[in-house]
């Protein structure tokens, strides 16, 4: 069986080239933007004190996609906008086929001590934490479900570890800047709605690892945490964590997108109501837990004259490395940001945009295809545009 599992994965690594090579998202008229509601028809995913996630995700997902809806050059695809089962194979395929330029999945979180709670944003990759493994297993449990799941998933096994271990691989040239928006998404949950963040993740998620575009799995909290749960269950917190989201996909489309290039054009958003009915079971608002502040400093720009700094992001991994050429390909002046759970690499330290573009230019000759240009002020991170201001 191991055999055929790693076949299988260096097959679909191979498939995962051609898409990267094929441009997806490249080109794009607008903001092609894939939101997938975890779970569907058979499929409830957690249930716990009557709130079920495949309602609260389907919600979620319709009143993120009417914000989104409403803002200049944003195209919104859905996996599904009613209660349907729709198969976890098909939805990676789904966002391919659009040539999407992000795929956002949406779930609830639930453990069986109900003690747990907190949002948690994920972006594929092997793990070795246990919570971060068993999320992964229970949303790759809907496997099961599927007609011929052995075969169509060539054996692998969604309660097994060394089956899921090693799948994280072909998301490897769009992880940096799926890292840079989920962490847009636990930003928003902790500065804004002030809900506690348990951070960004890395984890084995099967619905993440096929897609060929930056991709992120959220998980709005713990519906095993009856607090917690009440407030995803109810108009409000739908609401809330709905335009929190939108708002973090827009941030994202304006910092790394234009239509047809790797620059932005400034989307015009405004705030709509979603029509969307939350699930049955209404119990009264909760309060939200509070939680601590989650930040996701950058490293330190180089002094000058406007105080602004551009490098080049050429990698992200959850593993620390020596910043030494020999790590990085040759690549002297190397740079790192360790504040969160995957560390991010940057490539040489200018004011000159110009000269920036000529280290990204370098980068790529190294191999760091899917590298691209950041830009800091003060030490925080901002977007290219705004440091050309």
Request: charged share 25%.
């Amino acid at each position: 069986m191991a055999m055929k599992v790693n076949t299988n994965l260096k097959l679909a690594f191979i498939h995962f080239i051609i898409f990267c090579s094929a441009g997806f998202g490249q080109g794009n008229s607008k903001f092609r933007v894939v939101l997938d509601a975890g779970h569907g028809g058979k499929d409830y995913g957690a249930i716990y004190h009557g709130f079920i996630e495949k309602n609260i995700a389907l919600n979620v997902a319709l009143k993120v996609g009417r914000i989104l809806d409403d803002a200049a050059g944003v195209q919104v695809i859905y996996t599904r906008k009613t209660d349907v089962f729709i198969e976890l194979t098909e939805r990676p395929n789904i966002a391919n086929r659009a040539h999407a330029d992000v795929f956002v999945s949406i779930h609830c979180n639930g453990e069986p001590k109900k003690a747990a709670y907190g949002t948690e944003t994920f972006v594929i990759g092997p793990t070795k934490n246990a919570s971060n493994l068993e999320v992964a297993k229970n949303e790759n449990n809907v496997i099961i479900l599927e007609k011929d799941y052995k075969v169509k998933y060539g054996g692998f096994d969604p309660k097994a570890p060394e089956t899921i271990i090693g799948i994280g691989i072909q998301q490897e040239a769009n992880i940096s800047h799926s890292i840079d928006l989920a962490s847009k998404v636990q930003d928003g949950f902790t500065d804004v709605l002030k809900r506690k963040s348990r951070g960004v993740k890395q984890a084995p998620f099967w619905v993440l690892h096929k897609t060929a575009m930056p991709s992120i799995l959220i998980e709005l909290g713990f519906i095993s945490y009856e607090q917690e749960g009440a407030y995803l269950n109810s108009d409000e917190g739908q609401d809330e964590v709905a335009k929190s989201i939108a708002k973090s996909i827009l941030a994202y489309k304006k910092e790394f997108f234009v239509p047809g290039s790797d620059d932005y054009t400034e989307p015009v958003a405004s705030a709509a109501t979603p029509v969307v009915k939350p699930a049955d079971t209404k119990p009264a608002v909760a309060a939200k837990p509070a939680g601590p502040k989650v930040t996701t400093a950058a490293p330190a720009a180089a002094a000058t004259d406007k105080n602004i700094a551009f490098k080049v992001q050429i990698a992200a991994s959850g593993k620390k490395l020596d910043l030494v050429p020999s790590n990085f390909k040759g690549l002297t002046n190397i740079s790192n940001d360790t504040t969160t759970a995957v560390i991010k690499y940057f490539y040489g330290d200018t004011p000159d945009y110009t000269q920036a573009k000529e280290l990204l230019e370098q980068a790529r000759a190294k191999g760091y295809t899917s590298a691209f240009v950041v830009a800091f002020k003060g030490g925080k991170k901002i977007s290219v545009q705004e440091a050309l201001k």
